[in-house]
């Protein structure tokens, strides 16, 4: 578990067990939306990244996450801008980031 991550979360709740649970599910929803975002980025459906992008930055911001949020917001912008090059090196950021949960 990434370190920033279990010290918000502790914060929050106290108990290990909910944390784990809590932490399990930003880990499995995070690759989820990764697959939503490089999906929505082939198809160029910038309205879609953007949405995934979206909730990838709420959860991350819930987990405690803040790299990854930082990439989402900056992702954010670029399916806004409709930047696809910076979107793709901000999606393997995140699966880079990813890869260290």
Do not use: P, T
Request: net charge negative.
């Amino acid at each position: 578990m990434k370190e920033c991550c279990k010290e918000y979360l502790i914060g929050q709740f106290g108990d290990e067990e909910i944390v784990a649970d809590i932490y399990g599910e930003y880990v499995s929803s995070l690759k989820e939306k990764i697959a939503e975002c490089e999906s929505a980025l082939a198809a160029f459906e910038w309205v879609k990244l953007d949405r995934a992008a979206h909730a990838m930055k709420g959860n991350s911001l819930a987990a405690g996450d803040n790299d990854v949020a930082q990439c989402a917001i900056a992702l954010r912008n670029a399916a806004k801008l409709q930047e696809r090059d910076n979107a793709i090196s901000l999606i393997k950021n995140i699966k880079d980031l990813s890869a260290q949960l």
